[in-house]
């Protein structure tokens, strides 16, 4: 198994306070990947990031930021989270032709 | 805006049957990777396929890529409760690493 880990594996928050997530590889992978998974929508890509301090917007990034400061450390950030960002979000190494993702985080906004 | 989508998207069968899962797109792929997932747990990856016509065995399971890189199948022979899962396609349409995209989901449950 890649060695992927997210923390913390489940969290409840309120509306309107900031969230930081927080993905761990042991797999010296250059790219990193952020996922939310919803009911209905599949895997939806949030941010990536493709090295230390590179990162690119996914298709659902409004409402979330990312930080990449060392190689085996990916964070994602709910700066005021809602209710729409409850979910489960996975984090993901690998190109893509081959992603390996981490257990999930489920978040519930309340 | 690429889609892809899978059928059907809910499977009950009975241990030993056989059975197929479809993605379908109208847009051309670069390469095509099947994912199974269980409850509380990441997708994992079985299968990725690259080639157009490509078929992949994994015991099973067979994989199979659409000559025109469009659609895939995943057919499950003799299926059992072990099979039982989420499967998930996802497509690669070149250019950067974000351009990977997933379909919703098969939900599969085979009962002893």
């Known amino acids: 198994d890649a060695g992927i880990t997210q923390s913390p594996r489940h969290k409840v928050t309120e509306t309107g306070t900031p969230v930081t997530l927080r993905c761990h590889q042991t797999e010296n992978h250059r790219y990193m990947y952020w996922y939310r998974q919803d009911p209905g929508h599949g895997l939806r890509l949030i941010h990536y990031?493709?090295?230390?301090?590179?990162?690119d917007k996914g298709e659902v990034s409004d409402g979330y930021s990312v930080s990449r400061s060392k190689t085996e450390d990916f964070l994602l950030t709910l700066e005021s989270a809602t209710s729409s960002q409850t979910s489960v979000y996975f984090c993901?190494?690998?190109?893509?032709?081959?992603?390996?993702f981490g257990p999930g985080t489920r978040l519930t906004v309340t | 805006t690429q889609l892809l989508e899978q059928s059907p998207q809910f499977l009950s069968i009975q241990e030993g049957e056989n059975l197929t899962v479809y993605c379908n797109s109208s847009?051309?792929?670069?390469?095509l990777q099947w994912y199974r997932q269980e409850p509380g747990e990441g997708p994992v990856l079985l299968v990725t396929?690259?080639?157009?016509?490509e078929v992949k065995k994994l015991k099973r399971l067979t994989f199979q890529f659409g000559d025109a890189r469009k659609d895939s199948s995943l057919h499950i022979t003799a299926a059992q409760p072990g099979d039982t899962g989420l499967y998930l396609c996802a497509g690669f349409y070149g250019g950067s690493q974000g351009n990977l995209i997933f379909g919703k989901g098969t939900k599969l449950s085979v009962k002893p």
């Open positions: 990031s493709y090295g230390v301090k590179d990162t």
């Open positions: 847009s051309v792929f670069s390469s």
């Open positions: 396929v690259v080639t157009g016509g």
């Open positions: 993901a190494i690998g190109q893509t032709y081959e992603q390996y």
